[in-house]
């Protein structure tokens, strides 16, 4: 993610801020990919902080793909749900670089169920997951304590809010793209034909999970070429935001970019992977220090590389490099 400057100052300001220390309010504008000042607000902005600004008279792009919010009955559930559109926000600005779900996107858009497992009635099972468009969020997850419960529990080395978006995210653009019978091609060559049994496969994994080995980003991705883009397709998109926000943060390492870079106008996937593990190492380095866990901690194998590059040369087909006016100098 990029770091913006106050129009009213030049200040620097961050993706998330309502407002700048020079007291200007800021309203942010995924078409520009900048922070903004007189533009119509969200009409949640007020109930769960949302930043940006509206596109259809009430809600942002963001909000108004929500369908269903979790019960607001429970206070704790507002913020579940605040930090859950964060998450989902700072995904689809991610995306919106490369050209999907902004105003020149005339494709078919996901639609959010926002769901808790604790409501005013009682405890409900909230199974994350996408089917046909539709993408449902368990914003429990939400809670540190929980999500620290669950990856825990699930031996996963990452998992967060974020991850979620992209993973769940990564299923609906295999439906955007499988619009495209090249894609379909390409794709059913290296993952695998989606077309077989999912449920089966499911079952079949979780009775005998597989490493991910030599093939697979994750152990999840083996059950089924479905799963394996989206695992993929995620990693993909934690890779570049990690060494866009390294570059825009002034991070210099060795073989890293320099200025000035746009990592989602890159189209080599080689050197773009290549500078993004360098950069974690540079992070794990400082983390060591404080003894905190590796940033990145998976190893990325030339037949995964071979994917993630399918993903980026798909996914970038319609990326608009950013112009620096909209940087931070």
């Given at each position: 993610m990029q770091i913006f400057h106050c129009p009213a100052c030049s200040r620097r300001v961050y993706f998330d801020n309502l407002g700048c220390t020079c007291g200007q309010q800021l309203v942010f504008s995924p078409d520009t990919q900048s922070m903004t000042t007189g533009a119509p607000t969200c009409a949640n902005r007020e109930k769960i902080g949302c930043n940006w600004e509206a596109t259809d008279g009430q809600f942002c792009r963001s909000c108004a793909m929500t369908e269903t919010v979790p019960d607001i009955e429970l206070p704790k559930n507002v913020d579940l749900w605040a930090q859950t559109e964060a998450a989902k926000r700072w995904m689809l600005a991610n995306l919106e670089r490369w050209g999907w779900f902004g105003a020149s996107d005339g494709g078919t858009r996901p639609v959010f169920q926002?769901?808790?497992?604790?409501?005013?009635?009682?405890?409900?099972?909230?199974?994350?997951?996408?089917?046909?468009?539709?993408?449902?969020?368990?914003?429990?997850?939400?809670?540190?304590?929980?999500?620290?419960?669950?990856?825990?529990?699930?031996?996963?080395?990452?998992?967060?809010?974020?991850?979620?978006?992209?993973?769940?995210?990564?299923?609906?653009?295999?439906?955007?793209?499988?619009?495209?019978?090249?894609?379909?091609?390409?794709?059913?060559?290296?993952?695998?034909?989606?077309?077989?049994?999912?449920?089966?496969?499911?079952?079949?994994?979780?009775?005998?999970?597989?490493?991910?080995?030599?093939?697979?980003?994750?152990?999840?991705?083996?059950?089924?070429?479905?799963?394996?883009?989206?695992?993929?397709?995620?990693?993909?998109?934690?890779?570049?935001?990690?060494?866009?926000?390294?570059?825009?943060?002034?991070?210099?390492?060795?073989?890293?970019?320099?200025?000035?870079?746009?990592?989602?106008?890159?189209?080599?996937?080689?050197?773009?992977?290549?500078?993004?593990?360098?950069?974690?190492?540079?992070i794990n380095h400082v983390n060591r220090a404080l003894d905190l866990p590796d940033l990145y901690p998976f190893i990325l194998t030339e037949p995964v590389k071979t994917k993630l590059a399918l993903a980026h040369r798909f996914l970038r087909r319609n990326a608009q490099p950013m112009t620096q006016t909209n940087l931070v100098a």
């Open positions: 926002l769901l808790a497992e604790k409501t005013s009635e009682g405890k409900e099972q909230v199974i994350m997951g996408h089917a046909d468009g539709e993408i449902t969020i368990n914003v429990s997850e939400a809670s540190p304590v929980i999500l620290a419960r669950r990856r825990a529990a699930l031996g996963e080395l990452y998992r967060t809010m974020v991850g979620h978006m992209r993973h769940e995210m990564a299923h609906f653009l295999f439906l955007r793209l499988s619009e495209d019978q090249q894609f379909l091609n390409d794709f059913r060559n290296l993952f695998g034909d989606e077309r077989a049994d999912y449920g089966a496969a499911l079952e079949q994994h979780y009775k005998n999970p597989l490493p991910g080995g030599e093939t697979h980003i994750t152990s999840y991705a083996t059950s089924h070429p479905h799963e394996d883009w989206a695992e993929t397709t995620a990693h993909l998109l934690h890779l570049v935001d990690l060494l866009d926000s390294a570059q825009a943060a002034g991070m210099r390492f060795e073989g890293g970019p320099m200025d000035p870079f746009d990592a989602y106008a890159c189209g080599d996937t080689e050197t773009l992977i290549r500078m993004a593990v360098d950069a974690t190492l540079a």
